[in-house]
């Protein structure tokens, strides 16, 4: 790491191993290390991190240059006050790669105060694959390698019920700790693992639900010098978010005696019911986010909060939200209105730069769960599709092209969700099929959209009629045909 001055780095804390982090990207880094940071500053907590590569893409060699060091910006409005509050992170110890230190990998099941395990390794990444074998150094999936550390740990302390683990995935996924200990179950039924094992894993883990949210924008490109003046040194790996935060955990309150977070003032509680929270923020923020994407780069944006200022995207949003979203959803009108607005206070916030084709990755999946369950909820309720939501996912099909007035976009999907698209519009580009095959097959796909969306009453007419007015008119012209 260069050093800029040497009064930058002052006595860094060498902290005992506590939390095994699964994953190290931007929002790990700017959500939970920088949480377990300020928890130390805060209390006695005193916790390193070891961070362990999930895949086998990358090798976080950033990361091990700079000794896990890293600093956070954090951004935004504070009772009507703009507040930026940028945070060097040392609580990261140890930088690991299964793929090429397995052995170390394995090693840290030892350590006696390792307590917490975290993770974020996508919506796709709480899978079980019986290809998977315990003898695999590693196994491909991420419960697969967790199934192999966790028993290793219950072998090397002879089954201690005092160093089982507290498991917190940060997955966007429905029941995420749930999901989690039910894979690790499968594993060890797959593999014949003994009885005493899984009785541990039940006995001595703990897995709590869980859900986040900041939105986090990544590397600051345009204020990384400004940030590494104040910091003192080069920072590769500076990542930028908002400042607001919400941490939700589901599961016993005996964490509190471990993981002090009650003594600090950041937005982490604990929860009874966290699927109705979950719910209201998949369906509005991650929702608006989903709807927005397609439609804000069709229209030539390329981040968020200049979309925001385009008077199209934003009443586009606003009729998503308020119109359409809102109605799926039941709590308090005053209650959800507010969290919708306070959704959209935060995509206009100046300090994020917050690219869209960054929140387009795997845009397909993400409507499946974000918006299709809001689309299929007003039809229900209403009697009819909703226009925006509707619109929504014509833009996506269109967007999905992967080119749009001459210029290429860098969808990144799936191999062969990309493939499937590419290869249907490429047929009726070239006239082989006619528009209305196109909507068909594209909303036909069940490996797409985890069902035929064509057996939805009247969903294949108005996609028809929306791609049809994109041919013809333009997509702005589009957009406001929609209402």
């Not at 039940?202 to 010098?225: H, M, Q, W």
């Not at 006239?431 to 009453?457: A, M, P, V």
């Amino acid at each position: 790491m260069e050093i800029l001055n040497s009064n930058a780095i002052t006595d860094r804390k060498s902290l005992p191993i506590k939390v095994m982090q699964f994953g190290g990207g931007n929002f790990l880094r700017a959500f939970v290390d920088i949480s377990i940071q300020k928890i130390n500053n805060a209390t006695t907590f005193n916790a390193g991190v070891a961070v362990i590569k999930p895949t086998a893409r990358g090798d976080y060699q950033e990361l091990k240059s700079q000794d896990g060091l890293f600093s956070v910006q954090l951004e935004g409005y504070e009772n009507n006050i703009f507040v930026q509050d940028l945070t060097v992170v040392d609580c990261i110890q140890k930088v690991i790669n299964p793929y090429s230190e397995w052995q170390k990998y394995i090693d840290l099941s030892k350590t006696p105060e390792l307590r917490f395990i975290i993770s974020n390794t996508t919506e796709a990444g709480i899978v079980f694959n019986s290809d998977d074998t315990f003898d695999h150094t590693p196994p491909k999936e991420f419960p697969a390698k967790l199934t192999v550390w966790l028993f290793h740990r219950f072998t090397h302390f002879d089954g201690a019920l005092d160093k089982g683990c507290i498991l917190l995935p940060v997955e966007l996924i429905d029941k995420n700790g749930e999901a989690l200990k039910q894979c690790i179950l499968q594993y060890a039924d797959h593999w014949s693992l003994e009885e005493s094992f899984k009785n541990w894993i039940l006995e001595a883990c703990i897995f709590y639900n869980t859900l986040v949210d900041r939105i986090v924008s990544g590397y600051p490109k345009d204020k990384i010098e400004e940030m590494e003046a104040k910091l003192g040194f080069k920072d590769q790996l500076a990542v930028a978010g908002e400042l607001y935060q919400s941490w939700l955990l589901e599961g016993p309150d005996d964490i509190l005696n471990e993981f002090p977070f009650n003594k600090t003032d950041l937005n982490i509680e604990l929860v009874s019911d966290l699927e109705s929270y979950r719910n209201l923020k998949v369906r509005i923020l991650n929702g608006a986010h989903t709807s927005m994407v397609p439609v804000a780069y069709l229209l030539g944006e390329r981040l968020v909060k200049d979309a925001m200022k385009n008077t199209l995207v934003a009443n586009f949003i606003h009729q998503v939200l308020m119109s359409e979203v809102l109605e799926t959803l039941d709590f308090p009108q005053d209650y959800k209105e507010q969290f919708a607005n306070d959704v959209v206070n935060r995509f206009k916030n100046p300090a994020l730069e917050h690219q869209l084709i960054s929140i387009a990755l795997n845009s397909t999946s993400k409507f499946v769960t974000r918006l299709l369950p809001s689309l299929k909820d007003y039809l229900k309720i209403k009697g009819s599709l909703p226009a925006n939501i509707t619109f929504a996912l014509s833009a996506l099909i269109r967007f999905y092209e992967g080119s749009f007035n001459n210029d290429k976009i860098d969808l990144n999907d799936t191999t062969s969700v990309l493939e499937y698209f590419s290869n249907t519009w490429e047929q009726f580009r070239e006239n082989d099929i006619d528009l209305n095959t196109l909507t068909t097959r594209l909303l036909g796909n069940s490996d797409i959209w985890q069902e035929d969306l064509n057996q939805i009453t009247g969903l294949t007419n108005m996609i028809y009629k929306n791609l049809s007015n994109i041919e013809k008119y333009g997509f702005e012209e589009a957009l406001t045909m929609i209402n």
